[in-house]
Structure formats: structure tokens, C-alpha cells
């Protein structure tokens, strides 16, 4: 498909720093890769980097470049890769392996190491401290950050912590954190703390700018409104060393705020550089859809329906509903009457479990703390198609109870620490987790039957041969468990989502269900339908926006009766077609 006029402005024609104002559907993604694949053809000398928040939009880039057979693309002195490995190679890597005479290691966060929890000197049995709950300044003194401490830690040690014990802590945590940095192990947080530091110093930052600008010429950030501070006042950086920065997102998808995003400040910077291009043409979603798009949107940018579904009239339909039983069949009915499938439709919502009450599955979790009811979940869950979200995490469960098997219970340790700890592989742990759910249904065998196959199964696993496995914890489900994983209809009416997990993804039909407990004011603060009334910003307007952009031909609004009336006077007043089912 040829490049429309807007996305021949992102890949020929910018020559200075710019945000492109991306609808959703708009093609950015492809047009990104195209101006990248062009720049890095036509740069003599110097590198073109392109990063993004997260490896699925990374590799969705490399599958881009790979296709059109342009490998060097992916080579030095150019760059793909999300902004975290970016900051850690070029900004991080240079000054730490002159200060400590090692490579940096980065690692997703502390929980990643062993090494980065211990034990108060008391007698008392606690839990140990984590280093993730506290703060370092740049000389390494720790402050601990009580908010931190999760509800799991226990009364008792949080009194040791904010009382007796904190100095004691504090001076632990310095000394632990002084040794890892040492070792050359660096959590993306602090790798970023790290570079935000050494940019601003005089002597540190000149270094760092001679060697970025030295390797880049441009520096594309796909994604840009999930930026954080540090992120942001590295590309200010950048710009100030002539490095051009160019900027592609959506500001009302940054629903990211408890990961550090900062819209407003994002917006701030974004308006300040030199250029500003929209992309309005949406070749994902029919008019109505577009329109409720343009509605919730906080900015002035208007997306235009340009695609296969620009002729489709189809009104978003508004399903009214007294209680969650209501919305599966309601939904079923609703995409039947227009000619799609349950296997066309996705249905989302903020909260995983009003999502899980829409499909009429409940939230009542059937696996408890059962470690083969939890290979029986798994297992259904691979083979009916659950989205890609809930696949993972019931594998992931699966997972950590071989690891339990081989290396005992590991209380509040993460996975990845106790298998870097015992010398297992993660990928041939995933695998194993994989193979143990997809070799054995339940089908007419006992939960007893069933348990023994288990622990056969976990037997025959390629172990590391340093492991001693004890399967004996693959214990059968009571008979009530036992009749709730295996009966008929556990299996879910549709296909379910939160908002978060379907982020980046379209759907032929998504239906969007708001809460009962969505009521005006709530002690939680605004909600979606606040924001969207009284036209202010928030990210709980940002999520409802996502959620709705994912559809391309059909939106469904599941909503509690209490506030029907409410959604058809929005759609009402910001001209949305619609019809009231």
C-alpha cells in the first residue's frame, strides 16, 4: 500500500526535531520504520537509532525491517531497541565502565538478583528487606521509602523499619547497592537514575554528548507518550548536542502513569519542539467509531475513518445491563445481528475481574493454591484461545511450582532471582511449563488419575542434573475443586481483555464494558465518564479511549443501568452515532 500525503511529510520531508500526532490506526508504526529504513540508507557516517517502551514494539520493527530485506538497518552504527537498553549502551555503559572497571549487567529490576535482599540483625521472624524499597543518591546512600513496603512484609518488620532498625537498614542497603554496582549489576531504574545523573554533570555530561553525538544523528522514540522524567530530559539533552529528536505517539494513550509516564510533561516538551505533524487518517475503525474516538480525545487532533470501514454508517451500539449475567448474551446477540463471530470479538474492561464477570466466568480463581489444578488451567487456557495475557500468567503459575519442586518454597523471592540462584535455564523453564500443561486433559480421569500423570510428567523433565526434584508436591484437587476446573461451561462465552493487555492490537469488534461501580465521584476520585463529561484530563478517560480505538468495525458500550442514560447524553451532545440496544 502506497504512503498517503501525511505519511510522506514523516518519511521524506521532516528535517528538524518534530512530534508526529498519531491517531490510532494511523499507520505510524509503518511509517516510522519507513523514515528509519530511509535515513539509515542516506547517512553517511553516523548511526539512526529507533526505541520504543517495550519488546513487542521492538520486535514488531525488527519483523519490519527483516521483511523488507534491510538487515543493516538492524546493525551498528544503527539502533533498535527499547529506551532502557538504549540509555544502559550508549549513556550508561561508557562512564560505569570507567568508574568501576567492569561491564554493566542490566536486569529488569532488583528482584532479578539474589543478592539484592537481606536480613535486619534481630531475632525475630521477618521477612527479609528488599533494596527495592528504598531510594540512592548518586554517592549510594539509601533512603527507605515506607510506602513501599508491601502489606506481605508484616506489621512486625515494618516497626522495625520506621523505628529501631531503620538507620541499620539504610546503611545495609548503601553497602549492598555499593557491591552490586560493583559487580556490574544495574537495574533499569537505576541505570536510568545513573544517566539522568552524569548528563547533568559538566564534566560527565560533556563526555556523554560527544560520544551520543558522535554516534547519532537521530533519534526516533515510537510510543513517545509513555515517557518518563528521564527519558525526557535525555532527549532535551540530545537536542542540545544537535542530535535530532523525533517524537511518534498518541497523547491520550499514555495510560501508563504507575510506570512513570508523565503526560502532561511529555505534552509540555512535545508542543516545544520545532514541528508538529498530525497523522489523522485512521484506516482502522468506521466513522462512529472515529467520532467516539474524537470525543474522548483531549487534544484538538481529529481522526478521519480512511480505510476499508470508511463507508460502514454502523452506529456504536450502547448495551444497557442490570447485573454482569446480562452482558455475555447480550453481546453474543448484539455481534450475531451484524455478522460476526466470537473469535471476531474481544471484550475488555480497566479491572481484569469485571472483564472475567462480563464473559461469565466470575473471578473466584478455581486453582487456589493447588499446584495440579493450576497444570489443568494452564492447559485449558493454551488450548481454548485465552488472550495472550492470560496464557502467560497461567503458564508463568505452572512455572514457579516446577522451580518450587526442584528447590523447595522460596517465600517472597521472585522466580527469576531463584532460578539465576540454582542455575536454571528461564527458557527451558518456560518450556518445561508448556510441554507439562499441553501433554495431559482431564478428560474422564480422576483427580488422583490425573495427579499421578503429573508427577510423572515432572519426573521425566530434562532437569539440570545439579537439581534433586521432588514431585510429591503435585498433590490431587479436592473433588469440589476437581468439578469446577473440568465442568462444561468453564470455558469463557468470549474472548476477555483488560484495556492495559489489548494495547497496540485491533479487533474486527470490541466490547467495552464499564463498571457498575462507576458512579460519579467515587471515593477513588473522577472516573472515565467524569473526565469525558466535564472535559478534563485523566488517565481513566485516556483507558476508556484505548479501549474503545481498538475496534474496527463494531463498538460495543456495556453499561450499568444506573448510568445508561449518562453515556447517551455524552454521545449525544459530542454528535457519536449511536443506538441504544
Not at 543518591?137 to 532498625?165: K, M, N, Q, Y
Not at 493454591?369 to 497461567?394: F, Q, W, Y
Request: aromatic residues 6%.
Amino acid at each position: 500500500m502506497s504512503l498517503t500525503e501525511q505519511q510522506k511529510k514523516l518519511v521524506y520531508e521532516l528535517d528538524d526535531s518534530a512530534f508526529v500526532v498519531a491517531c490510532p490506526g494511523a499507520g505510524k508504526t509503518r511509517a516510522a520504520v519507513g523514515r528509519y529504513l530511509r535515513r539509515c540508507a542516506e547517512e553517511p557516517r553516523k548511526g539512526v537509532a529507533l526505541v520504543s517502551f517495550t519488546n513487542a514494539a521492538i520486535d514488531e520493527v525488527r519483523e519490519r525491517c527483516t521483511q523488507q530485506n534491510e538487515q543493516n538497518a538492524l546493525r551498528a552504527p544503527h539502533f533498535v531497541g527499547t529506551f532502557d537498553s538504549f540509555i544502559h549502551r550508549f549513556v550508561v555503559s561508557p562512564v560505569y565502565r570507567s568508574m568501576y572497571h567492569t561491564t554493566p549487567r542490566l536486569i529488569q529490576s532488583w528482584a532479578d538478583t539474589k543478592a539484592s535482599s537481606f536480613r535486619l540483625g534481630i531475632r525475630a521472624a521477618v521477612p527479609d528487606v528488599q533494596l527495592s524499597w528504598f531510594d540512592f543518591d548518586i554517592a549510594g546512600r539509601a533512603t527507605l521509602c515506607p510506602s513501599r513496603i508491601p502489606v506481605t512484609a508484616g506489621t512486625r518488620l515494618r516497626g522495625f523499619l520506621e523505628g529501631s532498625r531503620r538507620q541499620e537498614a539504610e546503611n545495609r542497603a548503601g553497602s549492598i547497592y555499593h557491591a552490586l554496582l560493583a559487580a556490574g549489576t544495574v537495574p533499569c531504574d537505576v541505570s536510568r537514575f545513573l544517566a539522568s545523573a552524569w548528563i547533568n554533570d559538566p564534566v560527565v555530561g560533556e563526555l556523554i554528548g560527544r560520544l551520543v553525538s558522535d554516534r547519532f544523528s537521530e533519534v526516533m522514540v515510537d510510543e513517545a507518550q509513555d515517557c518518563g522524567e528521564d527519558e525526557l530530559g535525555l532527549l532535551d539533552f540530545l537536542r542540545g548536542r544537535a542530535v535530532r529528536v523525533l517524537m511518534v505517539g498518541d497523547l491520550d494513550q499514555s495510560i501508563y502513569e504507575f510506570r512513570r509516564a508523565v503526560p502532561e510533561k511529555v505534552r509540555a516538551f512535545a508542543l516545544g519542539l520545532p514541528v508538529q505533524l498530525p497523522l489523522t487518517d485512521n484506516f482502522r475503525s468506521t466513522p462512529a467509531i472515529c467520532a467516539l474516538n474524537n470525543a474522548l480525545r483531549m487534544g484538538s487532533t481529529i481522526d478521519i475513518s480512511r480505510g476499508p470501514h470508511a463507508s460502514d454508517q454502523t452506529p456504536v451500539q450502547v448495551l444497557s445491563y442490570a447485573t454482569p449475567a446480562d452482558i455475555a448474551p447480550s453481546i453474543l446477540a448484539t455481534i450475531d445481528r451484524h455478522g460476526l463471530e466470537t473469535r471476531d470479538t474481544m471484550v475488555v474492561s480497566h479491572r481484569t475481574a469485571d472483564a472475567m464477570k462480563a464473559v461469565g466466568i466470575g473471578t473466584t480463581d478455581p486453582v487456589g493454591n493447588n499446584r495440579v489444578a493450576a497444570v489443568v488451567d494452564a492447559g485449558r487456557k493454551l488450548r481454548e484461545g485465552a488472550d495472550n495475557r492470560t496464557r502467560l500468567t497461567a503458564v508463568e503459575r505452572v512455572a514457579s511450582y516446577l522451580v518450587e519442586a526442584a528447590v523447595g518454597a522460596f517465600g517472597h523471592k521472585s522466580v527469576e532471582a531463584v532460578c539465576e540462584e540454582h542455575g536454571i535455564d528461564r527458557r527451558w523453564l518456560r518450556d518445561a511449563a508448556l510441554r507439562l500443561s499441553q501433554s495431559l486433559t482431564p478428560d474422564s480421569m480422576a483427580p488422583s488419575e490425573f495427579a499421578a500423570a503429573v508427577r510423572a510428567r515432572v519426573n521425566s523433565l530434562d532437569w539440570p542434573a545439579q537439581l534433586t526434584v521432588d514431585a510429591s508436591i503435585f498433590r490431587a484437587p479436592t473433588a469440589t475443586v476437581w468439578a469446577n476446573l473440568t465442568k462444561a461451561d468453564v470455558r469463557p462465552a468470549l474472548p476477555f481483555s483488560t484495556i492495559h493487555g489489548v494495547k497496540g492490537q485491533q479487533f474486527p469488534a470490541i466490547a467495552l464494558v464499564l463498571p457498575s461501580q462507576n458512579n460519579r465521584r467515587s471515593n477513588s476520585g473522577p472516573t472515565a465518564l467524569d473526565h469525558w463529561e466535564d472535559n478534563t484530563a485523566g488517565e481513566p478517560r485516556r483507558v476508556l479511549y484505548v479501549g474503545a480505538s481498538r475496534a474496527q468495525r463494531l463498538l460495543l458500550l456495556l453499561t450499568p443501568k444506573a448510568q445508561t442514560q449518562r453515556v447517551l447524553r455524552l454521545l449525544t451532545r459530542d454528535a457519536v452515532p449511536f443506538h441504544a440496544v
